[in-house]
């Protein structure tokens, strides 16, 4: 009942939406209610069949239902009762390299443990869709879990790169990690409780570079650093020569990555919206807002072979 109100809420808001799909909000609609919900995810499946361009924009929202916290929303997860900004950024690393990679050795262990959802291997579907119909795809992804690169999407930008990448803060140098644990003085850490034991580890027992024996830290993008320009810059080109945008799992807080779908739209392609809340949207102009859990609502909208 509350995500169908805060839909209709939605709705009455934004005159310019021009198809609200309100699916999966609740037993209570009605079945006309239902069976036009339904045609207009038909129709968006039938106008996505016939697009020549997509970029599919994902956030944490299309991992969730692999059992991995969101940041913000009804589904955010918390860490010993910091927000996000407390701990992703470079000041937190200064302040605490231990505190902070006991917060990311939690979060690749959790990713490692967790499977690509259904949403995940929709998007993978709809890549192959695409590829075999001559229509040109883009995956740009904020989340660092590598999961839709496990449910097998073959290229997927990362704007926020990834969990298992590492950069040496003494001599740079980039290298991929999967260790698990990355370092032994992290085994049994990165308890999320606030109960949990946080004696700082000494430096020298932290993730060292293999090179220089350099601190290493998550290469990820934290508050205040900037993204790969080349790879934003690719993405913000497509999406503005686009026919449709879809925009999943996503709360578009975050920039530069939420300036991608309303500047696409500005450009003229349509935007497509799952998101568990209703009340989340990219834009005040998209034209089919998919309320619902994204490993339902996906699927049924996009086409596969
Ligand atoms: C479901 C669901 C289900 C749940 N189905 N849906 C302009 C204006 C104001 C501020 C700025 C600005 N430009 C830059 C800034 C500052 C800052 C910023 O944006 N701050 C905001 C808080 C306002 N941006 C930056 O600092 C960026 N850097 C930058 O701009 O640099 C400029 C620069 C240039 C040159 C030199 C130096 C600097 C960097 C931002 C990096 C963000 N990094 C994080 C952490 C990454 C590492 C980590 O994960 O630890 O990225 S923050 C965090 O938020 C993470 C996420 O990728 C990002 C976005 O979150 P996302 O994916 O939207 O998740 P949620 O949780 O917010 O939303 C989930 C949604 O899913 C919800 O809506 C749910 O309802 C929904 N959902 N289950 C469907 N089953
Ligand atoms: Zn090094």
Same mark, same amino acid.
């Given at each position: 009942y509350r995500l169908l109100s805060s839909a209709l809420r939605l709705a009455s808001r934004l005159p310019n939406a021009r198809k609200v799909v309100l699916l999966q909000t609740s037993g209570m609609a009605t079945r006309g209610q239902k069976q036009s919900d339904e045609q207009r995810l038909t129709e968006l499946h039938d106008k996505l069949s016939q697009s020549k361009r997509v970029l599919v924009l994902t956030g944490a929202g299309v991992s969730a239902e692999s059992g991995i916290p969101t940041f913000r929303g009804s589904t955010a997860g918390s860490w010993r009762g910091f927000t996000i900004s407390e701990l992703a950024c470079p000041e937190a690393f200064q302040r605490s390299p231990s505190q902070v990679w006991e917060l990311y050795h939690y979060r690749r262990e959790k990713s490692l443990a967790a499977k690509p959802n259904l949403a995940h291997v929709a998007i993978a579907k709809f890549e192959q869709f695409c590829l075999k119909r001559g229509i040109d795809f883009m995956l740009a992804t904020? /989340?660092?879990?590598?999961l839709h690169q496990r449910a097998g999407s073959s290229r997927v930008i990362e704007l926020h790169r990834s969990l298992f990448l590492v950069r040496c803060t003494a001599c740079d140098s980039v290298t991929e990690n999967y260790d698990s644990p990355i370092c032994e003085a992290l085994r049994g850490r990165g308890d999320p409780s606030p109960q949990a034991d946080s004696t700082p580890i000494p430096e020298d027992q932290l993730p060292r570079c293999a090179g220089c024996s350099g601190l290493l830290r998550p290469y990820v993008v934290w508050f205040g650093e900037p993204l790969n320009e080349g790879e934003l810059s690719s993405v913000q080109e497509f999406a503005n020569m686009s026919d449709f945008v879809l925009v999943v799992g996503? =709360? /578009?807080?975050?920039?530069p990555a939420a300036m991608i779908a309303p500047d696409a739209r500005r450009s003229g392609a349509q935007l497509a919206e799952f998101n568990l809340?209703? =009340?989340? =949207?990219?834009?005040?102009?998209?034209?089919y807002f998919v309320a619902g859990p994204c490993g339902s609502t996906l699927p049924k909208a996009l086409p596969r072979l």
């Open positions: 904020q /989340n660092i879990d590598r996503t =709360s /578009n807080a975050v920039y809340d209703a =009340s989340c =949207s990219s834009s005040s102009d998209v034209s």
